[in-house]
Structures are given as C-alpha cells and as structure tokens.
C-alpha cells in the first residue's frame, strides 16, 4: 500500500515539474518565467522527494535533507535572477502594469539626493 501511495505522489509530484517546463515555455517575459520555474519546480521536487520518503522510508534523512536545500535555494536563485533581470532592464510583458521595484529605487534616488 506504501509503494501506491509514494508512487502516486511522486506522479503528482511530476505534473509539477511539467507543469513548470511548460511554464517555462509559455510565460511571456522572464520574471514571469522565473515564478512559473520556481513555484512549480520547488513543489515538485518536494513532493518527488515525498514520495520517495514514502516508497523507501530508510532514505527519509537524506531526503529530508535534499527537500531542506531545494526550500532554501530555489527561492534564493530566483530572487537573484530576478533582481539581475531587472538590472539590466530586461523586458516585461505588455500587459505588466506596475514595477514596483523601479518605483521603489527612484524613490531612494530622488529621497537621497536631497
């Protein structure tokens, strides 16, 4: 019954890292490709490594902590991506309405210059 189950979420788990290539794919502009890569990719990764936890509960440590750095780093590297992309102007989307970000650093030019 242990071996359905991890099976079953290591499946889920997949549609997730699917879900996030075709995400990659089909998202406009490259901070919305980095959400869509990252959300999806760090809950299916957790979830394979879930499933497997279930299906070989010897390994739980170890995945334990693999699942503990993908948490830590998925969300890191794309913070950084993210804030690299918007430093060299890269391109949003169209329908992008408010950059926050560069409402935020011309604030702290315009603050500091005075």
């Known amino acids: 019954m242990s ?16 879900s996030a290539g075709v995400g ?3 998202m406009p502009d490259v901070f919305t ?4 890569g990252t959300k999806a990719s760090t809950l299916g990764n957790i979830l394979v490594l879930a499933g ?11 995945l334990l902590i693999i699942a503990y750095f993908v948490l830590l780093t ?17 391109p949003m989307a169209a329908t992008t309405v408010v950059d926050a ?11 500091g210059s005075r």
Do not use: C, M, T
């Open 74 to 90: 998925n969300p890191l590297s794309s913070h950084a991506l993210s804030r690299a992309a918007h430093a060299i102007r890269a």
């Open 3 to 18: 071996e359905l189950i991890g099976s079953i979420v290591i499946l889920v788990g997949a549609f997730f890292l699917f």
């Open 24 to 26: 990659l794919l089909r």
């Open 101 to 111: 970000l560069r409402d935020e650093n011309d604030g702290g030019v315009e603050e």
């Open 33 to 36: 490709r980095i959400q869509a």
């Open 52 to 62: 497997l936890g279930i299906y070989h509960p010897d390994w739980s440590l170890k």
